[in-house]
């Protein structure tokens, strides 16, 4: 496994990270759950994402368990605030005061730890002032709640007001968490270029576009048994990529995996990771032996060439408009 540190700070995170979205909690079973947690370790991946929203706060529990009796300080958990969870009241959600400092809480009794080492804005609130939720993200760091603050899927913009008031505040913002693969690139244009100005790094998720990057979904045929687009709090997300157009395209990029001696899936993470302001692309898995093939895209480099001829196979497929990131 190779280290990335996180923005400007002086965290380092593993190139590839878990995450459990979708999986724990809801789709896998618990102990098939710690296994790949378990299998994770083994691999030499140190950083694990979260959500309380994620399985309704199930997820985080489940990890919680699956870490149990892991050295604390060998490991980096990950976990967010801003969508409902709980019964739906006027403050169960969003990015006020009142929301993240009892979020915070929760996710910690959940996670069964006294801090989390990035506590991240799970969307940006247009309802709520920004100086209140970087106040809160403020006062949870000097509890020492947690370590640094991060973001998901806040545009340019977004991210570059929210870096002016957590440098006022001293609040350390080293974080974006997108959606970023070979086939959905918003981030690129003006994401990225914010993030690197303000010491920002990108924690990317879906690199394997939710499973179409390896070639499983064929053209012209109904989706695997089992797979992302059959589950039902998958399948919003995956529905975007299932044109036939895509999906013949995808096919076209088995003989470059194939020359580069990698599998289309550890072709599609190794891909985000030749970006420089990526840190860690998250991986998601149902099996411990998917986590063991996709953490050998770890420390590969692509040759430019290759890099290439992928941009012309996917040429008139790829998303690379930063309208595209938009929170509620």
Same mark, same amino acid.
């Given at each position: ?12 995170? +593993? ?10 909690? +809801? ?46 300080? +060998? ?33 910690? &009794? ?15 609130? &247009? ?112 529905? &975007? ?88």
């Amino acid at each position: 496994m190779e280290f990335r540190r996180l923005g400007r700070s002086g965290l380092s995170v +593993s190139e590839i990270s878990y995450g459990n979205w979708i999986t724990h909690g +809801s789709q896998v079973e618990e102990d098939r759950a710690k296994a790949c947690v378990h299998a994770a370790l083994d691999e030499g991946i140190t950083t694990f994402d979260t959500a309380d929203v994620y399985a309704n706060t199930a997820a985080e529990s489940v990890l919680g368990r699956a870490l149990a009796g892991q050295r604390r300080e +060998s490991v980096e958990i990950f976990t967010k605030v801003f969508w409902p969870t709980g019964p739906g009241g006027p403050n169960d959600k969003g990015l006020g005061r009142k929301h993240i400092m009892e979020s915070a809480n929760a996710s910690l &009794r959940r996670l069964g730890t006294d801090y989390v080492d990035l506590y991240q804005a799970h969307r940006f609130d &247009r309802t709520v002032p920004l100086e209140e939720t970087f106040l809160a993200f403020s006062d949870l760091v000097r509890q020492g709640k947690v370590l640094y603050v991060g973001v998901s899927e806040w545009n340019a913009e977004q991210i570059a007001r929210g870096a002016a008031i957590a440098r006022e505040l001293n609040v350390p913002l080293i974080s974006n968490q997108p959606q970023y693969s070979m086939l959905w690139r918003v981030i690129e244009s003006q994401v990225v270029p914010t993030s690197e100005r303000e010491g920002i790094s990108q924690i990317v998720w879906s690199p394997i576009a939710q499973g179409v990057l390896t070639g499983k979904y064929l053209p012209g045929q109904p989706a695997p048994e089992g797979s992302r687009a059959t589950d039902e709090n998958g399948r919003n997300f995956v529905s &975007r990529f299932l044109r036939d157009d895509l999906l013949e395209k995808v096919q076209q990029l088995k003989p470059l995996a194939q020359e580069a001696g990698l599998s289309m899936a550890q072709l599609a993470v190794a891909w985000v990771l030749q970006n420089p302001n990526v840190a860690s692309a998250i991986i998601g898995a149902t099996r411990p032996e998917q986590v063991s093939e996709n953490v050998k895209a770890a420390g590969v480099k692509l040759e430019p060439e290759l890099l290439e001829r992928i941009d012309k196979v996917l040429e008139g497929v790829v998303q690379d408009d930063p309208r595209l990131t938009v929170s509620p």
